[in-house]
């Protein structure tokens, strides 16, 4: 049974930090990439991060580029995502997703297979 379990979310100021985890077990993890997106109320949901099976990284909106970084521990089967320097426009759903072995030029969350249930971030101002 594949299960994607996002945890790390929270209530933070601006200018401050989460490290968002996704545990995951059920799929061979190393050979997948990683992924992050998010969702805030009203609006589609946003590719903000991939991690490919060899470390490869991308980020996808300029917003967060400098600001996030995404990680994986294989022997663990679980991808982070560091965020620093929040600001409230980054307040939404965070989901992580695991795909096919590279990650995608454009962020379509049909190139992905699995997904967790997301944990929430909110930043306040």
């Known amino acids: 049974q594949v299960q994607l379990v996002e945890s790390g979310g929270g209530l933070v100021q601006q200018g401050g930090s989460l490290r968002l985890a996704c545990t995951t077990s059920g799929f061979t993890f190393e050979i997948y990439a990683m992924g992050w997106f998010r969702q805030a109320p009203g609006k589609e949901r946003e590719g903000v991060s991939c991690i490919s099976h060899s470390n490869d990284t991308s980020y996808y909106p300029d917003s967060v580029k400098g600001r996030f970084t995404i990680s994986r521990d294989n022997a663990k089967s679980t991808v982070y995502l560091e965020m620093n320097s929040l600001k409230p426009e980054d307040s939404a759903n965070y989901f992580c997703?695991?795909?096919?072995?590279?990650?995608?030029?454009?962020?379509?969350?049909?190139?992905?297979?699995?997904w967790g249930q997301g944990t929430q971030v909110t930043v306040s101002s």
């Open positions: 997703a695991a795909g096919p072995p590279s990650c995608p030029l454009v962020p379509a969350t049909a190139w992905y297979d699995y």
